[in-house]
Every structure is written in C-alpha cells, then in structure tokens.
C-alpha cells in the first residue's frame, strides 16, 4: 500500500563522532510532509534541524531510523541511487546561497540540468524560464558578485527548480539576508509552493516561517517537542 505522504521519517537518530565523545544530533526524530504542504521546522542553534535537513535531502545517512521519499526507502538504495534522488526528487535552496562565482546567473541555474544530461540549449531554455519565475530574468548574464544578496538567493531558488522537483528543502534561507529581503524570499518560496504544487520544509529560526507554514515542527536538542498546524492551512 502505498503512502499519502511524500517525505516520511521515522525514529531517526544521528550520532557523529568526534574523537571520543559521542555527539547525539537527532535523538528518536519522526516527520512527514503530503504532497504540497508547507512544514517549517523551527529551533535553535544546535537543536538538530540542519542535520534532519541532510537526512532528508540524502545528504547523509541517519544512525538509526528510516526515511521515505516518494515511497523509496533510502537505507535501501546505494550512494549512487541515492545521488540520483537529489537530482531528480529534491531541489536545495542554502543559507549562504552556494552559487559558483565564476558563472553567470543564468549558468549557475541551467548546470544541474546538464549535469542530468539534458542539453546545453535545453537547459538555458529552462533555466530561462526559472529565472524569469524569480524575476531575474534581467540579470541573467550577472555573476554572484554583481548581485545583491537577495538577488543571489533568488538565483538559487531558480537553481533549486531547475529538475523540476517534487519536493524544496532550504536551509535557513533568510540567514544571510536583511529583514526586508529575508521576507520576499519567504513569500517567493510560499507562492511556488503553493502554485507549483512542491512540498517545501524549510529549517529556521527566523519566527516568519512558521507564521506562512502549513504546519510547524519545533525541534530542541534532537527531539520534536511541538508540532502546530497554522490555522487556515491546507
């Protein structure tokens, strides 16, 4: 039987090491997100959001526990299958953007989609099309240094989009960004979730993410100590 949900975690733990002390980042984490849905994952520092983020993105894999994508336990598939759900399943929008300085704008969106192995004409099509999705389609021949932070971060976003993926994970995205900025990528994100049907988990702090979220998950030190829905929502 298959599952309603699109990403579903179950009893996940995350143990590193570092030399002989034990450092348990995710301590017994369960979360699920439906196709479409907004959830925001709210904590601290340390809490162990970013580490449930790489967990979920296949990153990295938990110590302990299961995790579903689009009905594929991962803890079944090899490094390589599981670089191939990246590409095609997920789409990663960063704090600090992550963008390739040397490229242009419109490069560093339509590369993923080359790396898939579309063509080079396919992809600056679409990526085209992504960046006009985001407003930039003006400054498509910029480099990252030629833009503004939040410019930087809408060109990520585009990246994000580029493999049409079913589902956005972002990391702190308003992190590096001014109040004002920080809440136009909050409401960009909101608008393609919602208009383009993607399932959006955004780890933060920043206390307007939950405020637009479907559903708030509130994290502290590695376990979940509160989930709300956001009244209205679905």
Do not use: C, W
Not at 37 to 58: D, I, N, P, R, Y
Not at 145 to 170: D, F, H, Y
């Amino acid at each position: 039987m298959s599952s309603k949900y699109l990403v579903e975690a179950n009893g996940l733990k995350k143990v590193y090491k570092l030399g002989k002390t034990e450092v348990h980042a995710l301590r017994g984490v369960d979360l699920k997100a439906s196709p479409g849905e907004f959830v925001a994952v709210m904590g601290v520092s340390g809490s162990g959001k970013s580490t449930l983020l790489h967990l979920l993105g296949a990153l990295d894999r938990p110590t302990e526990g299961s995790i579903k994508i689009d009905g594929v336990d991962l803890s079944t598939l090899k490094d390589s299958q599981l670089a191939d759900i990246r590409s095609k399943k997920i789409g990663f929008v960063f704090q600090f953007f992550n963008l390739l300085t040397r490229l242009t704008a419109l490069r560093n969106v339509q590369l993923p989609l080359e790396i898939a192995g579309a063509s080079a004409k396919e992809a600056q099509k679409r990526a085209l099309e992504m960046l006009k999705l985001v407003g930039l389609e003006d400054r498509a021949s910029h480099r990252p240094t030629e833009l503004s932070g939040g410019e930087q971060q809408r060109v990520a976003v585009a990246r994000a989009l580029i493999n049409n993926p079913k589902i956005l994970l972002a990391d702190e995205p308003t992190g590096n960004l001014d109040t004002k900025t920080g809440l136009e990528i909050l409401q960009l994100l909101k608008q393609i979730n919602k208009e383009k049907s993607k399932t959006l988990i955004i780890v933060s702090h920043d206390l307007r993410v939950a405020e637009l979220a479907d559903r708030t998950v509130n994290l502290r030190d590695g376990v979940v100590v509160g989930e709300k829905a956001r009244k209205g929502a679905g």
